[in-house]
C-alpha cells in the first residue's frame, strides 16, 4: 500500500517517544495577573496545536458574557503533538488540560499525577472517515487497514474505540499524517481511513473534504475528552475553589449555548474572524450542534454540566488494561465528581436571558436550526446524505 511521503508509520518507539512524561519547556506566553492560590494566571491548555475551532465555544461564550467573573485566566493553545495538554499540566507550565479518555489514561500510566474534574464529552466523539462508497458496513472490516492520523498521540485513542467494537487492533496500521493535513491526505488517497470527531466533519466540509463516517457518538460506548487538573491542587483549599468557580464558567457557556446555539458561534466567530470566513454560520452551526449532542449526552442520566460516569469511565479503563494501553486503573481514584455543583451553581434563568437576547446578524438569523438538528447523522456510513 502506498503511503503518505515521509509520514512515519508509528512503532511503539515512536508511540512512546510522544506520549511520554518529558516534555519540552516553553513558553505559553503568560500574564502577569496573578490567579488565587496560583503564582500567575490559570491556565487551560488545548488538545490540538490551535484554538480557531469552535469545539472550546463554552469559553469563549463564557469569557464575552462575564461568566468568569473577576477570575485571573487564560487559554493557550500549546503544541500540537497530542500530549501536551497532559505534560504542560503535569509539569506545571498549564493547570488543567482537555486530554481524550485515551490520553489521560496513557498519561497516568507514565506516571502523572493527574484528575479528572469536570467530564465535557459525555458522549464518545470520536469517528471513522472514509471516502465516500468505501466505509465498511461492519467496522471489523477495518482489520489489517490503515488509519491516519494527526499525531502519533492518538493512537491511544483509537486503539479502545475499536477494541469496544471487538477489532482486532493488532492488525491496524497507523501513519502519523500530521496535523493539519491527514483528513486531506485520506481525501487524496492514501490510508484507508482517519481518524475524527464530532465539530470538525462540519469544518471538513467546509474545506470539501467529503467524507462518510463510522461514528463514534452513535455506537461506542466509550467516553469522551475530560478536563483534568494536577491531583495535589485538589487537596489545596484557595486552588480548589478557584477551579470550582473556573468550571461554573465553562458551565455556564454550554448552558448559554443550549438556548441559542448560533449565538454561541456567533461568539466564537468574533474571536475568529478567519474562522468565520472559512466555515461560515450554516456549517458553524452544524458544528456546534454535533459537539453540543457530545457533551450535553443523556441528560437525564447526568447530574450538571461536567458530571462523570464512573461505571463508563470503569470499562474504559478495563478496557485498556486489557489491551495492554495501562495498567489497572480504578477510575474513583483518578475521577472526581466532587466539584460538579459548584460547576452547576450558576443563575440557569440569567444564562437563558442572556441567550435569547442575542441578536443575530442576518447571516445567523437565517440559518435553520431544526434543519440542521434533522440532517446531524447524514453522513454516517448507510445513511446516505
Do not use: C
Request: glycine share 12%.
Amino acid at each position: 500500500m502506498k503511503l503518505i511521503k515521509e509520514a512515519p508509520m508509528l512503532t511503539r518507539r515512536r508511540l512512546l517517544q510522544v506520549t511520554g512524561a518529558g516534555v519540552a519547556m516553553t513558553s505559553l506566553g503568560l500574564r502577569p495577573a496573578l490567579a488565587a492560590g496560583y503564582d500567575r494566571p490559570f491556565t487551560w491548555i488545548s488538545p490540538r496545536g490551535t484554538l480557531e475551532v469552535l469545539d472550546d465555544y463554552g469559553y469563549w461564550v463564557a469569557k464575552k458574557y462575564g461568566y468568569f467573573g473577576d477570575l485571573s485566566i487564560d487559554i493557550q493553545p500549546g503544541p500540537s503533538d497530542g500530549t501536551a495538554t497532559v505534560k504542560f499540566v503535569d509539569v506545571g507550565q498549564a493547570d488543567m488540560g482537555f486530554p481524550s479518555p485515551g490520553v489521560f489514561s496513557f498519561a497516568l500510566k507514565q506516571g502523572m499525577k493527574l484528575k479528572s474534574v469536570f467530564h465535557e464529552g459525555a458522549l464518545d466523539t470520536f469517528s471513522l472517515a472514509f471516502r465516500k462508497g468505501e466505509g465498511p458496513k461492519d467496522i471489523k472490516g477495518i482489520e489489517g487497514k490503515t488509519i491516519l492520523l494527526g499525531s502519533a498521540a492518538w493512537q491511544p485513542i483509537v486503539d479502545p474505540m475499536l477494541a469496544a467494537q471487538g477489532v482486532d487492533i493488532s492488525t491496524i496500521k497507523y501513519v502519523e499524517a500530521g496535523w493539519p493535513t491527514w483528513g486531506t491526505a485520506l481525501a487524496g488517497g492514501q490510508g484507508d481511513a482517519a481518524l475524527a470527531w464530532e465539530g470538525l466533519r462540519a469544518e471538513w466540509i467546509a474545506k470539501d473534504l467529503k467524507f462518510e463516517y463510522w461514528l463514534g457518538v452513535k455506537n461506542s460506548p466509550l467516553p469522551a475528552n475530560t478536563f483534568v487538573v494536577r491531583a495535589a491542587d485538589l487537596e489545596d483549599a484557595d486552588k480548589k475553589a478557584f477551579i470550582g468557580q473556573y468550571l461554573k464558567g465553562w458551565a455556564a457557556g454550554l448552558e448559554f449555548a443550549e438556548h441559542n446555539p448560533r449565538a454561541a458561534v456567533q461568539a466564537v466567530f468574533e474571536q475568529f474572524p478567519t474562522l468565520a470566513s472559512n466555515v461560515g454560520p450554516d456549517l458553524g452551526t452544524t458544528s456546534i450542534l454535533q459537539q453540543m449532542n457530545v457533551f450535553r449526552g443523556d441528560w437525564s442520566k447526568r447530574k450538571g454540566w461536567g458530571w462523570h460516569d464512573m461505571a463508563s469511565w470503569q470499562t474504559f479503563f478495563d478496557l485498556t488494561a486489557k489491551i495492554g494501553q495501562t495498567d489497572v486503573i480504578k477510575a474513583g481514584d483518578v475521577i472526581t465528581n466532587d466539584l460538579i455543583p459548584d460547576a452547576n451553581s450558576f443563575d440557569a434563568a440569567k444564562i437563558k436571558a442572556d441567550a435569547e437576547g442575542v441578536t443575530l446578524t442576518p447571516e445567523f438569523a437565517a440559518v435553520d436550526v431544526d434543519k440542521i438538528k434533522a440532517g446531524l447523522f447524514n453522513q454516517a456510513i448507510g445513511a446516505g446524505g
